[in-house]
Each structure stands twice: as C-alpha cells, then as structure tokens.
Nanobody, 121 residues
Framework: QVQLVESGGGLVQAGGSLRLSCTAS????????MGWHRQVPGKQRELVAH???????NYGDFVEDRFTASVSDTDNTLYLQMNSLKPEDTAVYYC???????????????WGQGTQVTVSS
C-alpha cells in the first residue's frame, strides 16, 4: 500500500529556514496532488500549500511568498522550502497525498504522521 514518510522538521530561530520532505512509497500508484497542512494544538488545521502534479502550487494566505512547494515526479517527493520563519509558524506539519493505487484498484487519500517545526524568537 502507499505510504507517506515526512522528514525535515526541527528547531530553528526566527528568520531561519527549514526544508520539509515527504516521500510517497509503494508500488503501482499514481499521485494526483500533494500538499502540506499544519496544526497548532487547540487550533484548526490550516492549509500551507497544495500542488496538483504538473501544476502550480497554491499557498495559504499567511505564507506571504516565504514558502515554496515543489514535487519531484521521479521519486514522488513533495518538498516545502520555508524561509523567513516566524514563531507563529510553529506547528506540526502534515503531508497529504491523493491518487490511485493500481494494485488495490482504489483511490487513496493519505496523511503523513506529521513533523514538528518549532521557531524560536
């Protein structure tokens, strides 16, 4: 079955940068779109970036040109380059992916396990 594995979270000072990665693994599948969401305890989960494979990414309003999302078709990996990080960017970041699992003959809509991003002031 298709699985998502995230990496790249951590602790960074305000103004710093981090790069998150999310790789979809499995066999005989096709990804249609991928994205990043984030959640702070006690608050609603919010969209960070969404990208349809082959298309341009869309971003949450708070991104303000600080983040760049991209997808590598060759290894089914979604990246999120985050620059000029602010303390309010502190959250758990979740990768998502939707597509078709040809082995199971079914669509999938997956969430990763989440990776913590902490920005200190």
């Amino acid at each position: 079955q298709v699985q998502l594995v995230e990496s790249g979270g951590g602790l960074v000072q305000a103004g710093g940068s981090l790069r998150l990665s999310c790789t979809a693994s499995g066999s005989m599948f096709r990804i249609n779109d991928m994205g990043w969401h984030r959640q702070v305890p006690g608050k609603q989960r919010e969209l960070v970036a969404h990208i349809i494979v082959g298309g341009a990414p869309n971003y949450g309003d708070f991104v303000e040109d600080r983040f760049t999302a991209s997808v590598s078709d060759t290894d089914n990996t979604l990246y999120l380059q985050m620059n000029s990080l602010k303390p309010e960017d502190t959250a758990v970041y979740y990768c998502t992916a939707r597509g078709w699992d040809a082995r199971r003959q079914s669509a999938f809509n997956l969430w990763g396990q989440g990776t913590q991003v902490t920005v200190s002031s």
